[in-house]
C-alpha cells in the first residue's frame, strides 16, 4: 500500500512518459487516445471540447517544442486581468448605486 502520489510517480515511471518535464502520463495517455471524430481537429481532442483551453494548449505547445510555460503564464496573465476588469466593474456599479441612492435620499428630504 503506497499513498497515490508515489503510485503516479512509480506509474508514470514504468510508462516512461516523461519526456515533456512538468507533465504527467495521464496528460499524454488522455491526449493520444483517441476516437476517429477526434481526427476531425487534428491538434483538438473531442472530450476537451468543453473545457478551457488553458488545460490542453500548454501541452500541446510543449509537443511541438513550444514554450508551454509561456501560452500558461499567458493565460493566466488573462485571467488575472480579467478579474481586476471585474473587480473594477463591480466598484464602478456600486459607487453609481450609491450615489443614485443617496441623490434620491437627499431629493425626498426637499
Known sequence: ??????????LN????????PG???????????????????????????????????????????LPGDMILAKYESDRLAEGSQEAALRCFVWVIFHNFNNRQLHSAQW
Do not use: C, H
Open 1 to 10: 500500500n503506497i499513498p497515490i502520489g508515489k503510485a503516479k510517480d512509480v
Open 23 to 65: 507533465w504527467d502520463y495521464r496528460k499524454g495517455l488522455s491526449y493520444f487516445l483517441r476516437t476517429q471524430n477526434d481526427y476531425r481537429d487534428v491538434f483538438r481532442v473531442e472530450k476537451f471540447q468543453r473545457s478551457a483551453d488553458i488545460f490542453w494548449k500548454p501541452y500541446m505547445a510543449d509537443l511541438l517544442g
Open 13 to 20: 515511471g514504468w510508462l516512461a512518459f516523461d519526456a515533456f
